[in-house]
């Protein structure tokens, strides 16, 4: 270890014009993983969230959850929250005619007809069914709300089926409509609690605050106290969707009705080391813990090794690690996940290496999410070869390449090597999944490669991904800053054609003046063949590399 913490100290000389500490010193009571600073810095709270208003907007929501930068820990590409519907895994062998039917009727001029249509079908509707028809259109809401309805009239809907199609509200901004749910629940007498966390979890998403704030008061309405698991359920709602300030903010003056503690100052922390990566305001909350007498605790501690980890702080890192383990704290397997990562994203795999065997030693065996934190680093400063020798590793510990595996893989190959990566994961049944795609096309496309972008769109039939809102998005406004306006209008056309909504940037990116084309094209033209002399220059290399290596032995 201390062989660790010299190195670490030479990072960190070499890191300090990126890094300045500013720290405050701690009581002997509360352990500070800082140096003493000289400049205490008050944080003052504004009380802005007790206004109440409302954005309306017909612009969906539209989260991506395939980010291989952020959490160390594994994450699920489905549900991104806790109060996050579980969709019904068994729908029927009627799910593929009734949406057939739900997108066929959805053209009649009347609701009244529509429901007719359906009635005659000779569909049964099932609990089962209804639930499953309404995940599988959730991009979609006026056809998922049309199948609840249809649902709801013969009596196939209950408490998850309200809830599911409250949250495929929430998601394209219908809050008036899914207040209107919530009020039918209550008058049939069912539960509305779990509603009522999802509306503030959407709310949340939709980057509103003050009404995810507003609804969680609003709970005394529907005879619902607004308990410590509400008031939780709030804070990480805020916190996960960036409105941390705001949260901080209600946790402080709530203070005397929900005394602070160490698990809500933690998911203060959880939004500032792992949602927005702030390790200043990670430093300042810590801080504040001890003001307020709060002791950290493990998971604190987790949180604080995990921020400085993905900024690159080794010397940090491992020095909170060291004070965890002095004050009584056993690591988790998160915190040795941090560790593996930033000794590999500071070239340090044989410290690395030590780490896996350290972890087999205290009975914590290294899994699949340990891995693919030395391996990403690797992949994204193109040390392509130093990852696979750690998947044939990974391999011979009997354990599989996940999805977020190749998803670091994507980081560092070309254009053929992400095909072979496809293929792989395919082969493995790990995908791919349509956030696979959006981050492959925002890859090409951010270097302007719209070639390489639209033979990736034709990739995504073979693998049977179908396109949303996102990926013609990124598409469209790709193709339009490499200039291939004319292409770009096309998918664009392509988009609205299928139901999804305008997007103005996009738009008004598209009624560039047409003298500009040229130019545009030109440029597009340009950039491509240079793309394509970097990679042939790339490739001339690595030959090189290989045939020196070839020699050497």
């Not at 014009?17 to 600073?37: D, E, G, K, N």
């Not at 939780?232 to 005394?259: D, H, Q, W």
């Not at 391996?375 to 599989?400: H, W, Y």
């Not at 795609?437 to 039939?461: C, D, N, R, S, Y």
Request: net charge positive.
């Amino acid at each position: 270890m201390m062989a660790l913490f010299s190195l670490a100290r030479r990072l960190q000389r070499i890191h300090s014009q990126i890094l300045s500490p500013f720290f405050l010193q701690y009581p002997a009571t509360v352990p500070s993983p800082f140096p003493s600073p000289s400049v205490q810095q008050l944080y003052l709270f504004s009380l802005a969230f007790h206004q109440t208003f409302f954005i309306s907007s017909q612009t969906p929501v539209v989260t991506s959850n395939f980010s291989t930068l952020q959490s160390l820990s594994s994450q699920t590409l489905n549900y991104p929250f806790e109060t996050t519907p579980q969709p019904n895994h068994d729908p029927g062998p009627q799910e593929p005619a009734l949406l057939h039917l739900l997108k066929r009727v959805a053209h009649f001029s009347s609701e009244t007809e529509a429901m007719a249509s359906l009635d005659e079908s000779g569909i049964k509707a099932t609990l089962g069914l209804v639930c499953s028809v309404i995940w599988t259109l959730r991009e979609e809401w006026r056809l998922a709300f049309l199948a609840f309805k249809w649902g709801e009239k013969w009596g196939s809907s209950g408490e998850k089926t309200y809830e599911l199609m409250i949250w495929v509200l929430g998601n394209h901004r219908k809050f008036n409509t899914a207040w209107c749910l919530i009020r039918d629940l209550y008058r049939s007498s069912m539960d509305t609690r779990r509603a009522m966390f999802i509306m503030i979890d959407r709310y949340a998403a939709a980057s509103d605050p003050c009404m995810a704030i507003q609804t969680f008061h609003t709970m005394e309405k529907f005879r619902m106290s607004p308990d410590e698991e509400a008031f939780s359920t709030l804070l990480k709602a805020l916190c996960r969707y960036g409105n941390i300030e705001e949260a901080e903010e209600i946790m402080l003056v709530n203070k005397k009705l929900f005394p602070l503690d160490a698990d809500g100052f933690n998911i203060i922390l959880n939004g500032w080391c792992n949602v927005l990566v702030d390790v200043v305001e990670a430093k300042r909350v810590w801080r504040e813990m001890s003001e307020y007498c709060i002791i950290p605790n493990a998971t604190s501690y987790t949180y604080m090794i995990s921020c400085f980890s993905k900024v690159g702080d080794l010397f940090n890192s491992l020095r909170l690690y060291d004070e965890m383990k002095k004050r009584g704290w056993d690591p988790g397997i998160e915190v040795y996940n941090s560790l593996v990562y930033v000794l590999a994203r500071e070239n340090c795999l044989n410290e690395a290496y030590n780490i896996l065997k350290k972890m087999k030693k205290s009975g914590l065996p290294p899994d699949s999410a340990t891995y693919n934190a030395m391996i990403r680093p690797l992949c994204e400063s193109e040390k392509v070869e130093e990852a696979r020798n750690i998947l044939s590793i990974m391999k011979e510990e009997n354990l599989s390449p996940t999805m977020e595996t190749y998803h670091a893989f994507l980081h560092g190959v070309g254009f053929e090597g992400t095909l072979e990566i496809l293929d792989c994961m395919k082969a493995g049944s790990v995908g791919p999944t349509g956030d696979t795609f959006l981050f492959i096309l925002g890859k090409f496309l951010k270097v302007e490669q719209p070639e390489h972008g639209l033979k990736i769109w034709a990739e995504m039939k073979r693998f049977e991904v179908l396109p949303d809102s996102r990926h013609y998005v990124i598409l469209v406004k790709g193709l339009a800053t490499s200039g291939w306006l004319v292409k770009a209008r096309e998918y664009y056309d392509e988009m609205r054609s299928c139901g999804f909504l305008d997007d103005p940037k996009i738009k008004k990116l598209l009624e560039e003046p047409k003298q500009h084309s040229g130019n545009m094209r030109q440029r597009g033209r340009i950039e491509i063949k240079r793309s394509k002399q970097l990679n042939e220059r790339k490739g001339k290399k690595s030959g090189q590399k290989k045939k020196v290596n070839a020699d050497k032995r």
